[in-house]
């Protein structure tokens, strides 16, 4: 299986501050059709997984662009460029390129 | 607009087995596939499988086969998944999401306890 290694796990911010997740797969994750296909979730206290990024940089529909995605072949990172209240929750990345689908153990966002 | 609609919490005893659905709208249930995830108390998101609506083809982790079935109905668009042979350490909430992990359903709380 692929590994998806988070860090850090734990990451107060103050308000206003940027923040960045990094995460790492123990394999590649270029698909045979030469695409990428790393996920970043955000889950906030009580409510479902909410998908933000796909395919490493594509952010979703409603998704501000403070939040974006970047890296290649095992290293990722997602980048809020400046940290709001309503950022709060847990982040997660998940590989969706082989076969059992994994996810990072998440990092818990909170404000300083 | 797209939603997953799940059935309600469950309290099972360990041993026995628990059914959710995962009720599909605002597009073709056998355009996407769907998948499971569950996510134990304060821990963090495990895939457990995925079926095709269209064939009803299925790719369950290696940890859960033999305990967990997902089978569709497309007449009602509804997607199920089984869990058998429960044991407490299978307490989590269970998930249901279209394909990409776009959409989920709002999840569906399951409790194996004696």
């Known amino acids: 299986d692929v590994v998806m290694t988070q860090s850090p796990l734990s990451l107060p911010v103050t308000l206003g501050q940027p923040a960045s997740i990094s995460c790492r797969s123990s394999q590649s994750l270029v698909y045979s059709d030469g695409k990428t296909y790393l996920s970043w979730f955000q889950q906030r206290p009580g409510q479902s997984p909410r998908r933000l990024i796909y395919?490493?940089?594509n952010r979703d529909s409603g998704v501000p662009d403070r939040f974006s995605g970047s890296g290649s072949g095992t290293d990722f990172t997602l980048k809020i460029s400046r940290v709001e209240a309503e950022d709060v929750g847990v982040y997660f990345c998940?590989?969706?390129?082989?076969?059992?689908?994994?996810f990072g153990q998440g990092t818990k966002l909170e404000i300083k | 607009q797209v939603q997953l609609v799940q059935s309600g919490a469950e309290v099972k005893k360990p041993g026995a087995s628990v059914t959710i659905s995962c009720k599909a709208s605002g597009y073709s249930l056998t355009s996407y596939r769907v998948h499971w995830v569950r996510q134990a108390p304060g821990q963090g998101l495990e895939w457990m499988g995925v079926i095709n609506p269209t064939g009803g083809g299925k790719n369950y982790a290696q940890n859960l086969q033999g305990r967990v079935t997902m089978t569709r109905d497309t007449s009602t668009s509804t997607v199920y998944m089984e869990l058998s042979s429960l044991r407490p350490e299978d307490t989590a909430v269970y998930y249901c999401a279209r394909d990409g992990c776009e959409f989920w359903g709002q999840g569906t709380m399951v409790t194996v306890s004696s």
């Open positions: 395919e490493v940089s």
């Open positions: 998940m590989q969706p390129t082989r076969w059992p689908y994994t």
